[in-house]
């Protein structure tokens, strides 16, 4: 029986991520909350990002407030087991490569060790960084565990939009009003 439920899940998340959808696991939660079960996180449009602390490839530790400092980022949250993160990383790539986003407004965040988060970001060709939250603090009290999940902040550290649809069409120009807030 425990197996046959995990085929039948298997398949869906194999489903899920042919059309796109992500591993869709996010919780319904208060800003700043636990999670409790639903679609969507603590990540809530209008409030400010958390203040977390992140490992930078190089192993130095940065607070994501700092990742704000006058200017806004778009953040991805992806991990390299994830079938739908590496498209949704690629396309924001495609958009730095291009000229259309700077380098400097786009960041990944992952739980994946040093060494998965490093390997994925070469196989991708990633010029952007990838943080690691080590102590799953967004997970685990903000509810992010729907993957590929983005986010909009701006330079003042608020979220202006949140989206775990990778196959929306981006408008650049409306990312980049979001950005300045």
């Not at 029986?1 to 939660?29: E, F, P, S, Y």
């Not at 730095?96 to 407004?105: E, P, R, T």
Request: glycine share 8%; with cysteine; proline share 6%.
């Amino acid at each position: 029986m425990a197996r046959k439920i995990l085929l039948t899940v298997t398949w869906i998340v194999g489903i899920a991520a042919a059309l796109g959808l992500g591993v869709v696991l996010g919780r319904q939660i208060r800003p700043g909350a636990r999670p409790t079960g639903s679609w969507q996180t603590g990540l809530v449009p209008g409030h400010r990002f958390p203040s977390v602390p992140l490992l930078e490839a190089t192993g130095e530790t940065v607070v994501s407030d700092r990742l704000f400092a006058s200017r806004g980022r778009i953040i991805i949250f992806v991990d390299p087991r994830c079938p739908s993160c590496a498209p949704a990383a690629l396309r924001w790539q495609r958009l730095v490569s291009s000229g259309q986003i700077d380098v400097s407004s786009v960041a990944a965040i992952t739980t994946a060790s040093a060494e998965e988060s490093r390997v994925y970001q070469v196989e991708l060709g990633l010029t952007f960084p990838v943080y690691r939250d080590v102590y799953e603090t967004l997970q685990n009290q903000y509810g992010v565990t729907g993957l590929p999940y983005e986010v909009i902040v701006d330079a003042s550290g608020t979220i202006r939009a949140t989206s775990v649809d990778t196959q929306r069409k981006i408008d650049v120009r409306q990312v980049k009003r979001q950005l300045k807030g």
